[in-house]
Structures are given as structure tokens and as C-alpha cells.
């Protein structure tokens, strides 16, 4: 997606992003439980496409840098959570020069020009057993969610490209990744009494329904890296 653009959009909504969230809070809080599934308390932390900051301080990290390409977004961010560090930055470009126990890539995919410079780009934080965290929406779920957003139940993304996990995977493969799990997570993102806890918990525990589930999760690991990683990333491969 043009770079130019994609700031410009979020620019234009930071002061709104928060009260979005609000509004789709139980996606967002599936969200940030599947990073609590890999992601442990106390880690040190890279969070790319940061926002306002609510996700890296859910995981309570030792050590958490935030990046974003909108000024308005970061200075929000730095404001609510000023225990950790949060940076305008470009994630195609970036080079922070250290390393990171966990990177996370929460549904930023779309919205990069360029999804390999951004892999190649992370690879510099990685240590030996860092680990890559990669949310993406499911491209079968395009028709909802642009009808969705149409009628004003979703937060407004502007222009944006879904890939398949497929695609993801190559693409970091590319830039010296492996793949180290892949998982389907959310079948219903909206708060539906008893329903939506059921059918969510499928979708975490049952491999077949992986490639119907909004939420592709990919996990990755540097090539080269040793078998055991630093958190659990012990779901369904």
C-alpha cells in the first residue's frame, strides 16, 4: 500500500482509534489473548504497527518498543504508557540496533507496501531465540468485513491488501524465517452470548477449522534457531 497514504489515514483517525477499539472491544480482547498465549509476562518486546499502545502494555513487558508510522498514534501512545518506549518509525526500514525476545505483527500485514522489507527489517532484532508473532485476517473474510466497515461497524482502515498465510510464509521464508506454528484463531468476533465463547474455543483447539477462522496466526523463529522456544507456542501446528 502506498506508505504516504497509510499515514495519512491513521493520522487522521488517531484521535479516534482508541474509541473504535472501544466500540469492538471483544475482537480486540481475542486479539490480545492470542499474543498472551505466546508472549509471556516479562519479556522484551517489538511491537510493529504499535497504535496507541494498548497491546504491548497488555503483555506487561520487561522491556516494550513500540513503532508506528503516525505521529498522532505515538504521541497517544507515549502519553497512556509512559513505562514504555514508542517510536515514528518506518517497519520496512527500521533498525533499532538490538534484539528482541518476541516481535509482534498485529493485523499490520495489510497495510504495508511492502510486506518482505518489513520480515527482512525485523530479522535485524532477532536474536537466536526470538520469536515472530504474525495476526492477519483471513482473506475468505473480506466480503464481511468491508460490509462491515460500509455500514460503520468497524473501524475505517482505508486502503489496504489481505495475503494468505501462504503467501506470508513465503515471504518470511525469504527474509530468513521459518515457520515455527501456524494456528486459526476467532470463527465470531463479536460478542454473542454463549455462542461466540463456544465457537471461539473451537477455533483454538480444533486444526481443521483453521482455514475458516478471520484470524490467521503464523509463528516464526530466525533459521538457524535452537528447537526450544523462549515462550510457549505450544498450540495446534
Known amino acids: 500500500m502506498p506508505k504516504e497514504e497509510v499515514r495519512k489515514h491513521f493520522q487522521e483517525i488517531a484521535g479516534d482509534y ?20 505466546f508472549v509471556p509476562p516479562g519479556a522484551t518486546v517489538l511491537e510493529i504497527g ?3 499502545g494498548t497491546l504491548l502494555h497488555s503483555l506487561s513487558p520487561r522491556r516494550g518498543v513500540g513503532v508506528d508510522l503516525s ?29 528482541f525476545e518476541f516481535v509482534i505483527v498485529p493485523d499490520v500485514i495489510e497495510h504495508l507496501s511492502d510486506v518482505g522489507a518489513m520480515f527482512r527489517a525485523v530479522r535485524r532484532h532477532c536474536g537466536q531465540g526470538s520469536r515472530i508473532i504474525v495476526t492477519s485476517v483471513n482473506p475468505l473474510w473480506a466480503p464481511v468485513l468491508h460490509l462491515a466497515e460500509r455500514l460503520g461497524l468497524k473501524m475505517p482502515e482505508g486502503e489496504h491488501r489481505w495475503l494468505s498465510s ?9 527474509a ?15 460478542r454473542v452470548p454463549l455462542l461466540a465463547p463456544l465457537l471461539n474455543w473451537l477455533a483454538g483447539r480444533l486444526g481443521f477449522l483453521r482455514p475458516l477462522c478471520l484470524t490467521q496466526v503464523i509463528v516464526l523463529k530466525p533459521r538457524g534457531a535452537p528447537p526450544d522456544p523462549v515462550g510457549s507456542t505450544s498450540a495446534d501446528k
Open 176 to 190: 530468513g524465517f521459518i515457520r515455527d506454528g501456524e494456528h486459526g484463531r476467532i470463527l465470531l468476533p463479536k
Open 71 to 99: 505521529p498522532g498514534m505515538v504521541e497517544i501512545a507515549a502519553s497512556k504508557h509512559p513505562a514504555l518506549t514508542f517510536l515514528v518509525a518506518d517497519a520496512e526500514k527500521l533498525d533499532l540496533g538490538e534484539t
Open 166 to 174: 501462504r503467501e506470508l510464509n513465503a515471504l518470511a521464508e525469504n
Open 18 to 37: 482508541d474509541r473504535w477499539k472501544e466500540k469492538a472491544s471483544y475482537y480486540y480482547g481475542l486479539l490480545a489473548d492470542i499474543y498472551r498465549e
Open 50 to 52: 504499535c497504535g496507541t
